[in-house]
């Protein structure tokens, strides 16, 4: 409550005192009963009431949120230059009025979902991409009347500023922002710059017209019920052709984990075989010199072949009888010239 509203209140319940002595001062007179002094009480009541009728049909408040214009009678443009800034302000009774206008932020919301939008039903911005596919576009645009332009806004748009103004041109700029993308730029890599684009396009045509742009926001975008199964369709595929390449992969790591093992056992038996032909070199050397050891100890003492020759016998034989004159049963080797070899003579 302020103080014009008061001062209006005041001077309505004096206007209405003011009738009340009126038709009190007519019926004592027909009962031959006059009010006394009704002609002076009735002269000021009126006086208050026309006065505080002036002032209040003159003192105007503005609220921090709004600015005024007015409308003036007496003016040649039929307006003041100058809109009314907060606070209480003064106007030519019955010759001006003012009309406000709010400057916080205002929403204007256009959205397929009925409930959201500043119109009932399906509001979205029909569009076409740069291929050819349509997309609807939810979106809201944040603005506010410019102070300084209120007088402006009222000339051109008065209170029509939201559904004439700034919805024909969102969507106009919208439609013409998604021509130059194609749909897959649209919904992902280029979003954000498709936003820019809309945002600086619409905040400059409504700054031409008084208005403020806060912001613009891309609240959903959809498809058509085609496009969004072959989109289905194609995530599906790509799922299924990701799946293979994993499968395919694994593959190849079992392939090289194969190829690694029989590498790795391919190299084990190079190894054993380096091995052992080195351990078969190293016992034929070991031969070799044993052999030579042999020669040696032959060379000093020729009996020890006939020792050698008898320790490599058979382990299976036992015993062995000859006669006294046949000392070996068989040849003895020699390293020398050959002798007559002995015969074997049965045991009588």
């Known amino acids: 409550m302020n103080i014009a509203s008061l001062l209006q209140g005041f001077a309505s319940l004096v206007w209405l005192l003011l009738i009340a002595l009126v038709v009190l001062s007519i019926v004592r007179?027909?009962?031959?009963?006059?009010?006394?002094?009704?002609?002076?009480?009735?002269?000021?009541?009126?006086?208050?009431?026309?006065?505080?009728?002036?002032?209040?049909?003159?003192?105007?408040?503005?609220?921090?949120?709004?600015?005024?214009v007015v409308i003036s009678a007496i003016s040649p443009k039929g307006y003041r230059d100058q809109a009314l800034e907060p606070g209480l302000r003064w106007v030519i009774p019955f010759a001006e009025y003012v009309v406000r206008y709010p400057i916080s932020n205002q929403t204007y919301t256009m959205s397929k979902v009925a409930s959201e939008g500043d119109i009932v039903g399906d509001d979205s911005i029909a569009a076409?991409?740069?291929?050819?596919?349509?997309?609807?576009?939810?979106?809201?645009?944040?603005?506010?009347?410019?102070?300084?332009?209120?007088?402006?806004?009222?000339?051109?748009?008065?209170?029509?500023?939201?559904?004439?103004?700034v919805r024909p041109l969102a969507r106009g700029i919208v439609r013409d922002a998604v021509s130059q993308y194609g749909?897959?730029?649209?919904?992902?890599?280029?979003?954000?710059?498709?936003?820019?684009?809309?945002?600086?396009?619409?905040?400059q045509k409504l700054e031409e017209n008084g208005l403020v742009l806060v912001d613009f926001v891309l609240r959903n975008v959809t498809f058509s019920p085609e496009y969004a199964a072959s989109v289905e369709q194609k995530q599906i595929a790509e799922q299924q052709a990701q799946q293979a390449r994993f499968i395919v992969e694994q593959k190849k790591q079992e392939a090289e984990q194969a190829r690694q093992i029989a590498q790795g056992k391919a190299d084990a038996a190079v190894i054993e075989a380096k091995g052992q032909a080195e351990a078969r070199i190293i016992q034929a050397k070991a031969e070799a010199e044993a052999l030579k050891v042999i020669a040696e100890a032959l060379r000093e003492d020729p009996e020890l072949l006939n020792y050698l020759y008898v320790t490599k016998l058979s382990p299976n034989i036992q015993a062995l009888l000859l006669p006294s004159n046949a000392p070996f049963i068989l040849p003895l080797p020699t390293s020398t010239t050959p002798t007559p070899q002995p015969q074997v003579t049965p045991v009588p």
């Not at 076409?128 to 009222?154: C, L, M, N, W, Y």
């Open 128 to 165: 076409r991409t740069a291929d050819g596919q349509e997309i609807f576009v939810d979106a809201s645009v944040i603005f506010a009347v410019d102070p300084q332009k209120v007088v402006q806004v009222h000339i051109k748009w008065q209170d029509r500023y939201a559904q004439d103004l």
């Open 29 to 68: 007179a027909a009962q031959n009963r006059p009010l006394r002094k009704a002609g002076s009480m009735i002269l000021v009541t009126a006086i208050i009431a026309v006065v505080s009728s002036l002032i209040a049909a003159g003192l105007v408040f503005i609220e921090p949120q709004e600015r005024g």
């Open 183 to 203: 749909v897959e730029e649209v919904v992902s890599g280029k979003r954000f710059e498709l936003v820019d684009r809309i945002r600086t396009t619409l905040a």
